[in-house]
């Protein structure tokens, strides 16, 4: 039987905790940002010119692009999302994990996260609109155009295009009229991977009530 000296095992375990260490220092952090008025809507802090570069999605991939704004704003750097795709956003490569509960508790969620300055990625279904001529299944109604003037809202549809999975997007802003005791849907604002950049301007979409998947992962939050 062989035996290890001491100083061999002092240099085993010396070499564990480096991988340790070094495991610890690649993981994503859960920095935070700062809830700012933005034109009248407090929004978490970001520079406008990374989510731009980042732009809007590309097919099939908007879980992916929620996930490396949501990391931007965090680290204030832009997110390449390198090892964040594997048929699907990975949450854990970039310091996110599920959060599920009833439609109250997850509004109460989203609002608490904003507080702290931690972007959330929502899960999102169509809802039916009525009164509308087109596209009255949808996941969003306003979009909101970032200009010198202010916040120039637009009447344009997003859509959910498939049943199975749904939509993802980051949100980043809330109303500022919410009522923390009585929440909405449509108290908050999100980068919508589908179109975040129009022509060089940031855009938001507001969420439309009825329309978080609270029956199917509603949730991404950091840490």
């Not at 010198?148 to 809330?174: A, D």
């Amino acid at each position: 039987m062989q035996h290890c000296s001491a100083r061999s095992v002092v240099r085993m375990a010396a070499a564990v905790l480096a991988l340790v260490f070094l495991f610890v220092l690649g993981a994503p952090r859960s920095s935070a940002a700062q809830l700012e008025e933005v034109r009248g809507i407090p929004v978490l802090s970001f520079d406008t010119s990374q989510i731009l570069s980042i732009g809007n999605q590309t097919a099939g991939k908007c879980s992916w692009y929620a996930l490396r704004y949501a990391r931007t704003i965090l680290d204030g750097k832009t997110c390449s999302g390198s090892g964040m795709w594997s048929n699907g956003a990975v949450w854990s490569a970039a310091g996110y994990s599920d959060y599920s509960g009833n439609l109250s508790n997850c509004l109460t969620k989203i609002y608490e996260e904003l507080s702290a300055g931690h972007p959330v990625i929502v899960h999102l279904k169509n809802t039916t609109v009525s009164g509308v001529s087109k596209h009255q299944n949808r996941v969003t109604t306003y979009e909101y155009h970032l200009t010198r003037n202010g916040w120039n809202e637009v009447n344009y549809p997003h859509i959910s295009t498939s049943s199975t999975y749904g939509h993802w997007v980051c949100v980043v802003g809330i109303s500022p009229i919410a009522d923390p005791n009585n929440l909405k849907e449509s108290d908050f604002y999100a980068l919508d991977p589908a179109r975040v950049n129009v022509n060089g301007v940031l855009v938001m979409t507001r969420l439309l009530d009825g329309t978080i998947w609270t029956e199917n992962s509603p949730l991404k939050i950091a840490g």
